[in-house]
C-alpha cells in the first residue's frame, strides 16, 4: 500500500517544514556514526542545532500552537517529549567518547519518534480540535518567526572521499 504525504493545514504549515530538516538532523547523526566520524565533530553539530534549530522550533509550538490547549493529554506528551529531547541534548554534550555512540543513537530515535508523533497523529488532531479563528492566528504568529536554516557547514554526514 502505498503511503501518502499528510496533507497539512497551511497555518501550521511552518512547524512541519522544520519537522523536515529535524529528520534531516536525524540522519546526519546516523550517517556520521555509520562513516564512524569522531564524536567530538557530531557533538558539535548537536549543540550548534540545539541552539539555532530545535530550541526554537520547540519554543514555536509550546508558546504558539499548544497555548489554547495546553493542558490537553496529547499536548502534555509532546511537551514532555521535548524535555525529554533537552535532557538527551545535554547528555551528549556531555558524553564522553565511550559514551557518544550509544547517546547520540538514543537522541536521533527520539527525536525521530518525536517528530512522526507530532505528524501522524498531534498536528491532525490539532487542526480538528482548533478553532478556525484559532489556526488563523497561528498561522499569523507562526508567520512571523524565522523559518530554520540548514546551515551548519562541517558536512560530517558526508562520506569522505
Known amino acids: 500500500m502505498e503511503k501518502k504525504p499528510i496533507k497539512r493545514s497551511q497555518y501550521i504549515l511552518p512547524l512541519s ?5 529535524t529528520l534531516l538532523f536525524c540522519w546526519k547523526i546516523r550517517q556520521g556514526l555509520k562513516h564512524e566520524v569522531e564524536a567530538e565533530r557530531i ?5 550548534h542545532f540545539w541552539e539555532h534549530d530545535m530550541q526554537p522550533h520547540f519554543r514555536e509550538e509550546e508558546e504558539i500552537l499548544f497555548a489554547p490547549v495546553k493542558k490537553d493529554e496529547k499536548v502534555v506528551r509532546a511537551q514532555n517529549d521535548h524535555r525529554q529531547i533537552e535532557g538527551q541534548v545535554e547528555s551528549v554534550l556531555q558524553a564522553s567518547v ?5 547517546k547520540l543513537t538514543l537522541l ?3 527525536v525521530d519518534a518525536h517528530i512522526r508523533y507530532e505528524e501522524r497523529e498531534l498536528f491532525s488532531y490539532l487542526e480538528s480540535s482548533l478553532t478556525q479563528v484559532q489556526l488563523e492566528e497561528i498561522g499569523r504568529k507562526l508567520n512571523q518567526e524565522s ?4 546551515d551548519y557547514t562541517d558536512e560530517f ?3 569522505e572521499k
Open 17 to 21: 517544514k522544520d519537522h523536515h530538516f
Open 108 to 110: 536521533a530515535d527520539t
Open 147 to 150: 523559518p530554520l536554516k540548514d
Open 43 to 47: 557533538k558539535n553539530y548537536v549543540a
Open 157 to 159: 554526514w558526508l562520506k
Open 98 to 102: 565511550e559514551e557518544a555512540v550509544e
